[in-house]
């Protein structure tokens, strides 16, 4: 054999990528522990221990579940993960598609998740400095219908070392109800003024008489809203009260806010009730579109009225056009 030949195949063979051909065993064993979670969920300890309720069949990460691909460039394994593939991935599907995560490789053998949710499809491509996402998500994520399309596009943003969002593959960039996060951030990692934003709608409901889900609270980081070129905060777009049995005739309506990046802090910009949103990401910085939800608007031909919002330095607020 060549000596050129010998030395590529010895090359490859160090290499950190060809030394991970198969998943990690950490990261194996983390899929397995949802898998387990999921399955096991509600049952007795008799019923755990009964092969009848949860076989051993159905508790396992199988290799098919583990695709390899890169997502951010370089030379080192990344991999997908197909929930839909596990033995009991109707625990992992629905209407909007399958769970899906991706994990990116370290050259210690290491990897991070940095993509986590539900998609009906998924497709990685594009050139290496810049390896593009493309999703297909429930169309009522778009604003839609569940059959309708909803196409979002992600890119590898090397400088945040995250998927940032981009125009979709057919050039669109209105989002409804803003990006769609793939990765949620923890709240205990989200800034204080968050967590205060949070904590807030917990004391609204419990005035009412009623309880806030913290873990189920809605808050993502949006493209720069103010011109500062760093990303900004929008909470509440789902977020509501719950009450025991029927509830207080008038619940309250939880507020949308929207906190914006000023130096070392964040403010609040815009606090409204009985509202949703959008944001175009074709211009920066992005624009943000107040929607005025009621029973006389929705869907189809019919779409509620929308009020664009812009950034006044001199109020630090989002106010709306004249």
């Not at 109707?90 to 210690?108: I, K």
């Not at 778009?142 to 909803?150: A, K, L, M």
């Not at 980081?221 to 509830?247: A, K, M, Q």
Request: one cysteine or more.
């Amino acid at each position: 054999m060549p000596r050129a030949h010998l030395f590529a195949l010895l090359a490859f063979a160090l290499s950190p990528s060809a030394a991970l051909a198969s998943p990690p065993p950490s990261m194996v064993e983390l899929v397995r522990t949802q898998i387990v979670a999921a399955v096991t969920e509600g049952m007795t300890p008799e019923e755990m221990a009964d092969p009848a309720y949860s076989s051993p069949a159905l508790l396992t990460a199988p290799d098919k579940m583990f695709s390899r691909v890169d997502v951010n460039g370089d030379r080192l394994a990344d991999w997908m993960v197909d929930f839909g593939k596990a033995p009991a991935g109707s625990y992992f599907c629905g209407t909007g598609g399958c769970h899906t995560e991706l994990y990116l490789g370290a050259s210690d053998g290491s990897v991070t998740k940095v993509f986590d949710t539900m998609v009906r499809e998924i497709r990685i491509s594009g050139p290496k400095p810049g390896r593009i996402v493309d999703v297909d998500y429930h169309g009522s994520v778009c604003g839609g219908y569940g059959v309708e399309e909803c196409p979002r596009r992600y890119v590898w943003d090397l400088a945040a070392q995250r998927l940032l969002e981009r125009p979709n593959k057919k050039g669109q960039t209105l989002m409804r109800y803003g990006p769609t996060p793939v990765l949620r951030t923890p709240l205990a990692a989200a800034p204080a003024e968050v967590q205060a934003e949070v904590v807030r709608r917990g004391q609204i409901c419990a005035t009412a008489g009623g309880r806030f889900d913290v873990d189920d609270s809605n808050f993502v980081d949006v493209p720069d809203l103010n011109g500062d070129s760093l990303r900004d905060w929008v909470i509440g777009t789902w977020d509501s009260c719950h009450f025991e049995g029927e509830g207080p005739e008038n619940p309250p309506a939880l507020p949308l806010t929207v906190l914006v990046t000023q130096g070392s802090t964040l403010v609040t910009a815009l606090d409204r009730r009985q509202i949703s949103w959008e944001l175009d990401i074709a211009t920066q910085p992005a624009r943000f579109n107040v929607v005025l939800d009621n029973d006389d608007c929705g869907l189809e031909a019919n779409a509620c009225p929308r009020e664009p919002q812009v950034w006044n330095p001199a109020t630090s607020r989002l106010e709306s056009r004249p």
